[in-house]
């Protein structure tokens, strides 16, 4: 018996062109097979976060990315580690998302993987991206753990050429949508 496909929706936590992160979501899609269809959201028109904004009416990129985030059945993030966090603009978006009802994250099954040209491949910024995420109720998996270390030497021309770190996302991707099954029964 085959399933229909996990939506999920990738979410890049760099708005560089180029980045390690977003290429490393492009590496998830290639690897789902028929278990999964990423999506991809964009955090690039998103203002920052203002109450009396919100309060006048929530931007239209916010509720675009409310809806994706509401019509997926998974998240997985990709972030870059700035100064031991996630980037601001990650953080921007979440601080909308939270601000709205419903919750979007509530009861969405995570997944993070992180890309960095450090020897901890984004380790610091995963580690508080769930701690943001606790109180929105987000539900992660726990393994496998995916921090891509030097990710200048695994990425060219946008692709990533490193066999290992390939299988290690494919295993997350199966992870998610295991996860996903999991908590819909």
Known sequence: MSSSPIKILGICGSLRKDS??????????ELTGEQAQI????LAQIPLYDQDLKDK???????LLSRQVLDAEAILFATPEYNYSVP???KNAIDWL??????PFAGKPVAVMSASMSLFGGARAQYHLRQIMIYLDAHFINKPEVMIASAHKKFENGQLNDE??????????????????????
Do not use: K, M, Y
Request: aromatic share 6%.
């Open 88 to 90: 601001g603009v990650l």
């Open 164 to 185: 290992d770190t390939r299988q290690h996302i494919g295993r997350l991707v199966s992870a998610l949508c295991d996860w996903t099954r999991r908590l819909q029964r």
């Open 98 to 103: 939270s601000r709205l009802d419903p919750q």
């Open 20 to 29: 390690f992160n977003r290429a490393a979501l492009h590496t998830a899609a």
């Open 57 to 63: 009416r929530v931007p239209d990129s916010v509720e």
């Open 39 to 42: 999506s991809f959201a964009e």
